[in-house]
């Protein structure tokens, strides 16, 4: 049986309150990347406190490869990263009444080794001051950026690390060797 449930994950889960146990709470897509370490801390362990003795934890990651390979994918020869990248500026105007102009701003992506992981910004081309309702208004100088995006990469090491901080711990790393990324089965430490 499947229970979805529809929440801010970053705030809370907001799960149904009878589940079936033992249970299996599933978390894919490595989006888990998209967090801070703190913060994705923080959402693994409203994921532990939610477990009961007996259930499950699958959690997708993306995995750590080729920095040329990962760089590459950011920055795709069809500018769709791009694209799509620039259009949080559109949504912005839109949703906000901002006054961005997209066409100002280059899209930029590159891999931080300390950190692993990828970074989207949008750079801007030129000094401009931008208007968002509510705010004051937002000078940029040419070649600064916003930072749009994380997108972490893992390794057994370091999602240990992640689930040891929140209470979990690893209990299979089914790992294909062909596919850059994985899938972590957890339970309460």
């Given amino acids: ?54 259930d499950r934890f ?28 620039k259009n949080m500026l559109r949504v912005l105007n839109h949703e906000l009444g901002a006054d961005f102009d997209p066409d100002a701003f280059a899209h930029r992506a590159f891999y931080d080794t300390v950190a692993h992981r990828i970074e989207m910004h949008l750079v801007s081309t030129r000094d401009q001051v931008v208007s968002v309702p509510g705010l004051e208004p937002i000078a940029f100088a040419a070649g600064e950026s916003i930072r749009t995006e994380i997108s972490t990469k893992y390794d057994r090491e370091s999602v240990a ?28 430490a």
Avoid at 43 to 53: C, D, G, K, Q, S
């Fill in 58 to 85: 699958l959690l997708g990651v993306d995995l750590r490869k080729d920095i040329a390979r990962v760089e590459a994918a950011y920055n795709d020869s069809q500018g769709l990263t791009a694209a799509f990248n």
């Fill in 1 to 54: 049986m499947v229970e979805p449930a529809i929440a801010d994950i970053s705030v809370e889960l907001n799960l149904p309150r009878r589940i079936p146990r033992p249970a299996l709470f599933a978390f894919l897509g490595s989006t888990i990347g998209n967090f801070y370490p703190p913060a994705a801390i923080r959402l693994l362990a409203r994921v532990r406190a939610a477990m009961e003795p007996g």
């Fill in 161 to 188: 690390a992640l689930f040891d901080a929140a209470g979990l711990r690893i209990e299979a790393w089914p790992r294909d060797p062909a596919t850059p990324f994985g899938l972590v089965l957890g339970a309460r």
